[in-house]
Nanobody, 127 residues
């Protein structure tokens, strides 16, 4: 059983930056591909970005490419999301998620592939 705890959310103005963290415990972190999803008010949860077990593979949804960076520190069992040039449309609850993977270089974009989820952290971007 993997526990995931997000932190780092908050209220910022458009153009500013935030870094989210996701601390993992209860499992072998390096066995899991990781991802960030988000859910805006009144909308369904959507994929944001994913990273492979090794950290060598990453993928971003188009709306965040060039602004967000996903990374992981396997020694610290922690996933990160650096968010720059934030926009009001980035306002959402951000969730980290873990997907057990046999391969070290793959990841899924599908919400249903992820078994473990954090409780979420609120990011609010004012205009």
């Amino acid at each position: 059983q993997v526990q995931l705890v997000e932190s780092g959310g908050g209220l910022v103005q458009a153009g500013e930056s935030l870094r989210l963290s996701c601390a993992a415990s209860g499992g072998t972190f390096t066995n899991y591909a990781m991802a960030w999803f988000r859910q805006a008010p009144g909308k369904e949860r959507e994929f944001v970005t994913a990273i492979s077990r090794s950290g060598g593979g990453t993928y971003y949804t188009d709306s965040v490419k060039g602004r967000f960076t996903i990374s992981r520190d396997n020694a610290k069992n922690t996933l990160y999301l650096q968010m720059n040039s934030l926009k009001p449309e980035d306002t959402a609850v951000y969730y980290c998620a873990a997907d057990w993977r046999h391969s070290s270089d793959t990841y899924s974009l599908r919400e249903g592939a992820y078994t473990y989820w954090g409780q979420g952290t609120q990011v609010t971007v004012s205009s």
